[in-house]
């Protein structure tokens, strides 16, 4: 576990090095901001004892960052199940999840590189999902990093033995209080 700007980072996944970085973007074909890319040189991915708050000071909920390549819940498996889904990414990637269906995704190209967006994908009625509206929610990432607000009874929910997000919150509060 790690603090950061007030974040303190959960289960991060394996460092990763300015080659896996190029591996990635040429594999998906993308570009990646700089500020995106520090992050990710630094915390590949993790939990933060934080939500995010947007301008509005309305709060999206917010779970963890997914990781490059490694890990259960990684960037690639994100991106492949929004494209089987057909969904439509256009130049918007995924890169971190909540646990209301919701993606922040950040522009890869095009006239809006570097801005971070967010949309919920909710199942449908035909059996796939559905992506609701895109909210165009920070002009780059490192902005996007400023608007998180720690949430300081986060890591009283977490396991460390397991390392794992502990699934069923009441019952575990009522045992380990």
């Not at 990684?74 to 919701?102: C, H, S, W, Y």
């Not at 996007?144 to 509060?173: A, H």
Request: net charge negative; with cysteine.
């Amino acid at each position: 576990m790690e603090k950061v700007n007030n974040l303190t980072y959960y289960y991060e996944e394996h460092i990763i090095t300015q080659y896996d970085i190029d591996e990635f973007t040429a594999r998906h074909n993308v570009r990646l901001p700089k500020d995106f890319i520090n992050h990710y040189l630094n915390h590949n991915g993790g939990w933060v004892n934080a939500n995010w708050v947007d301008g509005d000071q309305e709060m999206v909920p917010f779970t963890h960052f997914l990781s490059i390549q490694y890990g259960m819940d990684t960037i690639d498996k994100a991106i492949d199940d929004i494209v089987e889904q057909q969904l439509g990414l256009g130049d918007r990637m995924p890169f971190a999840v909540n646990n209301i269906g919701g993606y922040f995704f950040i522009a890869t190209d095009g006239e809006d590189f570097g801005r971070v967006f967010y949309a919920e994908i909710i199942p449908s009625e035909d059996g796939m999902k559905k992506l609701l509206d895109w909210k165009d929610i920070s002009v780059n990432f490192t902005e996007f990093m400023k608007d998180f607000k720690v949430d300081d009874s986060f890591g009283k929910y977490l396991d460390p033995d397991l390392q794992c997000e502990i699934e069923n919150l009441d019952e575990y509060i009522r045992e380990n209080s």
